[in-house]
């Protein structure tokens, strides 16, 4: 194994190490004790439930990720890449279809191997602890329309990458980085109308109290969308949730019929209140230029790497190709993208205590937003008590109790300064 090889490896294990080391300490920071705000919330069951739920999901998550790694560095070390190489190459069809070949080769492969994990997550783990209600039908269903939604559109943007490295020198890296941000912006505004709905059924909110409701506080607020859906997330799980889809006057917002069931139209108002409070704080554009600002970071990073002999040799290739390059600059960047992780998800972070702030302050119904919060931490067997690395590393919302906290702060704020 040469050093070049011995380099890349080492990135990946700077990764999986970080990672590993937040699981391990978030399993040592379980408390038994229920916090004083859930009580009446969290029985002393449901609640050593949710302990048991995230030890389970925290030693699945370990295991498979330690298998993905040994994977990847027997690969990697056994020549796996260059053996892929030589069969793409061996149909004789020019440098962007060869790489189309060689990258579906390698994804096919990750995709078969991931299989019995998420089966075993979805009908040995969420069905354990009451989550799962998707038939085996739906789950391969979901399978096949995710890979070829996810082939189509990886397609696309690769061989644009490939093209434009192999056809504009020195400012490829520019060309591309322009073209993807472009797809990337079609995209938000077809993946709700095109996309979503292979995989749910989305309709129109029926008239009523919550419709009323959150009309009214939307034009209250100035905030235009294109309609109230509510989506079939019951098919699949029990676990709720609510988020918006597209942009512009083009955004709509989504509820799961699981989430309009257990909360009352108070709480289900203050929450789409938080959600719009993100796009009136301008919390999307930012969000969005930060994704743009360390895409341009990326593309022109891969752009001094791309040709790198070493690199080749780190994976132990024989023929030199824009698109390998493009793959094997992946591993090296990934201690960079952990630390853009980290960034974005504080900056994530910041953004839900100022949206929670904006929801509190407009809809002026502090304790709907805290009981909302509560219902879903229960209702999703949430981790009330996260280490703090862990939140450091992974969390893109705070912690429930820390978010509690601040919704309180505020509401004291405003009661002072009325």
Do not use: C
């Amino acid at each position: 194994m040469n050093i070049y090889t011995l380099i890349v490896i080492s990135f990946l294990l700077i990764v999986y190490i970080a990672e590993t080391i937040a699981d391990l300490l978030n399993l040592k920071n379980v408390s038994n004790e229920i916090p004083a705000e859930f009580e009446g919330y969290f029985d002393k069951e449901k609640y050593a439930e949710s302990q048991e739920y995230l030890k389970v999901r925290t030693k699945f998550s370990l295991i498979s990720a330690a298998f993905f790694m040994s994977v990847q560095i027997l690969f990697i070390a056994g020549g796996g890449f260059d053996y892929a190489d030589k069969f793409a190459r061996s149909f004789g069809f020019g440098e962007i279809v060869t790489g189309l070949i060689f990258a579906g080769i390698l994804l096919l492969a990750v995709e078969i191997l991931k299989i019995p994990f998420s089966a075993y997550s979805t009908f040995v783990i969420e069905e354990k602890f009451g989550f799962n209600r998707t038939n085996v039908k739906t789950f391969i269903s979901d399978l096949l329309k995710g890979w070829l939604v996810g082939a189509i559109i990886g397609a696309a943007v690769f061989a644009a990458v490939i093209w434009f490295f192999i056809h504009f020198g020195r400012f490829a890296w520019l060309y591309a980085f322009a073209a993807v941000a472009a797809f990337e912006l079609i995209i938000t505004f077809v993946y709700p109308v095109v996309i979503m709905p292979l995989f749910n059924k989305f309709v129109p909110l029926e008239d009523g109290e919550l419709k009323t409701s959150v009309e009214n506080y939307a034009k209250a607020e100035g905030f235009k969308m294109k309609g109230l859906f509510k989506m079939d997330g019951s098919k699949r799980s029990t676990k709720s949730n609510a988020f918006f889809a597209g942009f512009g006057k083009f955004r709509r917002i989504v509820l799961f019929d699981t989430l309009i069931q257990k909360h009352t139209v108070e709480e289900l108002t203050s929450v789409l209140a938080h959600e719009m409070g993100h796009f009136k704080l301008g919390h999307i554009i930012r969000q969005m230029v930060f994704g743009f600002a360390t895409m341009a970071l990326m593309f022109f990073l891969l752009s001094l790497f791309i040709k790198s002999p070493w690199l080749f040799e780190a994976f132990k290739m024989q023929n030199h190709s824009v698109y390998a390059g493009i793959i094997f600059f992946g591993f090296l960047y990934a201690p960079i993208s952990l630390v853009i992780g980290i960034i974005s998800s504080r900056l994530s972070r910041k953004h839900e205590y100022e949206a929670d702030s904006y929801a509190v302050t407009t809809y002026k119904n502090p304790e709907a937003m805290i009981n909302a919060l509560k219902k879903l931490s229960v209702d999703n067997l949430s981790n009330l008590h996260p280490h703090p690395f862990k939140v450091f590393t992974e969390y893109s919302h705070p912690p429930v109790l820390e978010r509690i906290n601040a919704i309180r702060k505020i509401n004291a704020t405003e009661k002072t300064n009325g």
